[in-house]
């Protein structure tokens, strides 16, 4: 789970202002305006309650249709449903290969031993286990598979130890193993660290899950098929009865016992533990979890926990919660109350049943003593009331199964990054070529289809609303302080630069930039220079940027630089629209403002995107033919970079989930041709610039259509240096001596 830390607010409003500008507060003094209004006071909170209300319309249309089940038939149809969307959002599951099983070690207790395994999931993919077998009794024993949580050392986790020799002890065979990222399967190990890169598991999981999620996938892909591999090995056991299994765990082994239940009919009884609750109570409070928790795009479609309850239904499943848990009880118990209505219909009311224990988040002693009894009483006919018995705690270096600690290290183990990039290069090989100019009219439309399609937006059929809210004074210009409507709920904060020329209708750039729209905008800077060139520039603060850019109080401190507004941009994948393309559409509503203006030659509206703001331009200008060129300047310069790297920093905000499986930013750009498109300083996905070279390597296929078209002059792959100004290295773009 992202751990969230109550107090860091001021920390945070602090950094917000570094984002935005506040060390040149004032020199952009009346330019971010909205803030000083009355009527936005909440302006911050904007994106996040324009969310919120999508995800409650959503949610109650669902509530709507699940009151319509009546009967088995239509349990069962939604059942498979829910399954097919599973694998479809996870982006499938890798082949079954052999395991290379093997026992590397035991540590004997009195009345169980512990065996250390390792086993490849995939091949060279190596996932370290411990195994617990009882001494006592006689075979074959239930089996019980048991994820393990967020915890640094989970196979060593006091509360996991205590559960598997307990279980042990009652009888049962109990396989837990290292999640990915945690333990001995840490993913972007750092020798020098001693552990990840990025400190924190959940941090991990969600820098990796993003790179999945831009090929297609999600990084629960991996921890699925590993569950379900850990189970090919329990019932590869000889102790193991195939007929009687269980699965259980905590937290994020909580949250992988519900994926695997829900997928793997082999899992006769579930017990998940501190993860079970409800989306409108998960986005109210903590807010989304991290990378493979999260399928997209579920709530979009109509899918909350429950469904995975009901996956299962209707064999025994027990809910284990804790009413101070920071995964809302509220919400547990509001999903417990709809599956056990599947449950009734299916007539075994008997088979579904929750325990809540006033605690907080972990598998305490209350949840274990539930789990023995439930699993005593489906597995071996007799509900265990034995008080639990005592453990002797190993250590972490006891329990490991490689000799360096580390799969990576002492099996030169493949990664999620290293699977992934294979995969991407499957994706790849099948992208089309650039085309030819016969063939450039399909490859345009194709592009825009999965764009408009991925993307998932669509504008208001009626004009913007726009309201005024004074002016500024400038040399040979005027600044009109402006709001308009993007769509319902959310208003774009933008100022109106307007030069004193003669011209009735002038040029018009709609410029937007990552930090805001006053970022550009101070004296002497980008924006001053093209109005003094005679140019009109509306420059706009797309939602969750600039003045609308969100404050997160509860968050984590390192989730920010990571992924920047993460709570939003993960409920917009779940919504099934992407904050790219949310952004994109108020950048193409900021263009219908300026087609009605008298001022602007709407045949001359071109498009300036600098840093995060140039990913969503790109995207407008992609469905949008009104914007006539664009350059992005300081711009990631593709997904496929994110692919290549093992760490992003601020680049979650952009992802658009399968996007590398028709197209990346050079073929955007490619499809804009022959309208004139400059790509300048693009920087790779930890924000530094990349080389001229590796530039025009990344957009060579770019440059090859427009060649098609004869239009090579109209595309320029470039570097702007900090001393040029920009209507010198822009003259020939702007088009104007």
């Known amino acids: 789970m992202r751990l969230r830390i109550l107090f860091i607010r001021s920390i945070t409003v602090f950094l917000i202002c570094l984002l935005i500008g506040g060390a040149t507060a004032q020199r952009t003094s009346g330019l971010n305006f909205i803030s000083e209004l009355e009527d936005y006071r909440t302006i911050r909170d904007m994106l996040p309650a324009y969310l919120s209300r999508r995800v409650a319309e959503r949610l109650e249309e669902r509530e709507r249709m699940i009151a319509r089940i009546a009967t088995p038939g239509e349990v069962a149809r939604r059942r498979d449903e829910i399954r097919s969307r599973i694998l479809q959002s996870i982006g499938g599951l890798p082949k079954r290969t052999p395991l290379n099983a093997r026992v590397v070690g035991k540590i004997e207790r009195d009345e169980y031993r512990i065996e250390k395994i390792i086993f490849e999931s995939q091949p060279r993919f190596f996932v370290t286990a411990n195994l617990y077998v009882p001494k006592k009794g006689r075979g074959p024993y239930p089996g019980i598979l048991v994820p393990l949580g967020h915890e640094p050392a989970p196979k060593a986790y006091p509360d996991e130890q205590q559960l598997l020799g307990g279980l042990s002890q009652k009888g049962f065979v109990a396989l837990a193993w290292d999640p990915i990222g945690q333990g001995e399967r840490i993913q972007i190990y750092d020798p020098d660290l001693g552990g990840s890169k990025v400190v924190r598991s959940p941090t991990e999981h969600s820098v990796v899950g993003a790179q999945c999620t831009v090929v297609g996938d999600n990084l629960a892909r991996y921890a ?256 009109e302080k402006l709001v308009y409507e993007s769509e319902p709920g959310i208003i774009i904060p933008s100022l109106l630069f307007i030069p004193d020329t003669t011209e009735a209708r002038k040029p018009a750039i709609l410029y937007v930039h990552g930090r805001g729209k006053a970022a550009g905008a101070a004296g002497g800077g980008d924006i001053e220079e093209l109005v003094t060139h005679g140019f009109v520039v509306l420059a706009i603060d797309v939602r969750g940027m600039g003045e609308t850019m969100v404050i997160e109080s509860q968050q984590s401190n390192d989730t920010r630089p990571y992924f920047g507004d993460f709570d939003s941009a993960m409920t917009a994948l779940l919504l099934g629209t992407p904050l790219a393309g949310m952004r994109a559409l108020d950048i193409s509503r900021g263009v219908d403002l300026l087609s009605a203006r008298a001022e602007v030659d709407r045949d001359r509206i071109y498009g300036f995107g600098k840093e995060g703001g140039a990913p969503p331009l790109l995207y407008a200008a992609t469905l949008d033919e009104r914007i006539k060129k664009i350059a992005l300047e300081g711009m990631l310069i593709s997904y496929q970079s994110i692919i290549t790297r093992r760490i992003h920093r601020q680049v979650f905000e952009h992802v658009v989930p399968g996007a590398l499986k028709f197209y990346d930013f050079p073929d955007l750009a490619a499809a804009l041709a022959p309208r004139q498109v400059w790509v300048v300083n693009g920087v790779d996905p930890i924000g530094l610039q990349s080389d001229l070279s590796e530039l025009r390597k990344q957009y060579a296929g770019a440059v090859t259509a427009f060649r098609s078209l004869e239009a090579e002059a109209a595309i320029r792959i470039a570097v702007r240096k900090d001393q040029e100004r920009i209507t010198t290295f822009y003259r020939d773009w702007l088009g104007r001596n």
Request: hydrophobic fraction near 35%.
């Open 224 to 479: 699925i098929h590993d569950g379900m591999r850990a189970l090919d090995y329990l019932l590869s056991r000889p102790e193991v009865d195939p007929a009687r299994i269980g699965c259980t765990g905590n937290s994020g082994g909580g949250n992988l016992t519900a994926f695997l239940a829900a997928l793997d009919d082999r899992i006769q009884v579930a017990a998940p533990s501190c993860w079970i609750t409800s989306w409108q109570w998960l986005l109210k409070t903590i807010g989304p979890q991290d990378s493979e928790q999260t399928l997209f795009p579920f709530i979009g479609e109509g899918i909350d926990y429950a469904d995975f309850i009901h996956t299962f239904a209707p064999k025994p499943y027990l809910i284990l919660a804790a009413t101070r848990d920071f995964f809302s009880i509220n919400g547990t118990r509001q999903t417990y109350a709809e599956a056990k209505r599947v449950y009734s219909l299916l007539g075994a009311p008997e088979k579904l049943t929750m325990t809540e224990a006033d605690d907080h988040h972990a598998y305490s002693t209350p949840r274990r003593m539930a789990a023995y009894r439930w699993f005593g009483r489906w597995l071996k006919g007799v509900e265990d009331q034995e008080p639990e018995p005592k453990v002797e705690f190993a250590s972490d270096e006891e329990l490991r199964c490689t000799e360096t600690g580390q799969v990576t290290t002492s099996l030169n183990s493949e990664t999620v990054f290293s699977l992934n990039q294979k995969r991407a290069e499957q994706l790849r090989s099948q992208m089309r070529p650039q085309p030819g100019r016969s063939g450039f009219p399909a490859f345009q439309a194709e592009i825009q289809s999965r764009v408009r399609r991925l993307l998932n937006i669509s504008a208001p059929n009626e004009s913007a609303p726009v309201k005024t809210y004074g002016e500024i004074s400038g040399p040979g210009y005027r600044i």
